[in-house]
T-cell receptor
């Protein structure tokens, strides 16, 4: 079976840095995605990792360790608009490219 | 360029009724996916189309759910008859064909409430 774990909630202060962790146990692996979802809106793509290492994109970075089944999303210089749910999703090898999602981490950025 | 659109945004129906959800993917995207998020749970895969063909429908809960994509453009997901446990948010996503790292673009979802 597939199992993806991430914290349910996190709180941070505007201007700070926050790291959202995701661990996964899947039968095969073909990439890990991070999505951001504001309440009532569509999940929007943030990052994709398929090889070990860090991918940086502006204020957001994502890290992957395939041997550890671990990823994190790093958000720097937090802004109020970053308050949202952050979804970790794994694409399992051999599947029809479908994504298996974690339950999401609700991030609240405080002033 | 227009994103993935879904209609309706909300639907409230009574148990036993029929509801049809529609998804219009991004133009040119051959892959189309349906997902569902039940209250308090994670987003779960329902099925995947490549053009008009069903590639994988392993996530469909039961035979009360019927998805179609005639002509390989928009897709519909019909629930007949609806049950209370069908309540949730139904997301549609699309992506390009044949690109390994291609992200899936999601629509805003249809919030279905079955009373």
């Amino acid at each position: 079976g597939q199992n993806i774990d991430q914290p349910t909630e996190m709180t941070a202060t505007e201007g700070a840095i926050v790291q959202i962790n995701c661990t996964y146990q899947t039968s095969g692996f073909n990439g890990l995605f991070w999505y951001q979802q504001h309440a009532g809106e569509a999940p929007t793509f943030l990052s994709y990792n398929v090889l070990d290492g860090l991918e940086e994109k502006g204020r957001f970075s994502s890290f992957l360790s395939r041997s550890k089944g671990y990823s994190y999303l790093l958000l720097k210089e937090l802004q109020m608009k970053d308050s949202a749910s952050y979804l970790c999703a794994v694409r399992v090898a051999g599947s029809a490219r479908q994504l298996t999602f974690g339950s999401g981490t609700q991030l609240t950025v405080l002033p | 360029e227009a994103g993935v659109t879904q209609f309706p945004s909300h639907s409230v129906i009574e148990k036993g009724q029929t509801v049809t959800l529609r998804c219009d993917p991004i133009s040119g995207h051959d892959n189309l996916y349906w997902y569902r998020r039940v209250m308090g749970k994670e987003i779960k895969f329902l099925l995947h189309f490549v053009k008009e063909s069903k590639q994988d429908e392993s996530g469909m809960p039961n035979n009360r759910f019927l998805a179609e994509r005639t002509g390989g453009t928009y897709s519909t997901l019909k629930v007949q008859p609806a049950e209370l446990e069908d309540s949730g948010v139904y997301f549609c996503a699309s992506s390009l064909i044949g690109t390994g790292g291609s992200e899936q673009f999601f629509g805003p979802g249809t919030r279905l409430t079955v009373l």
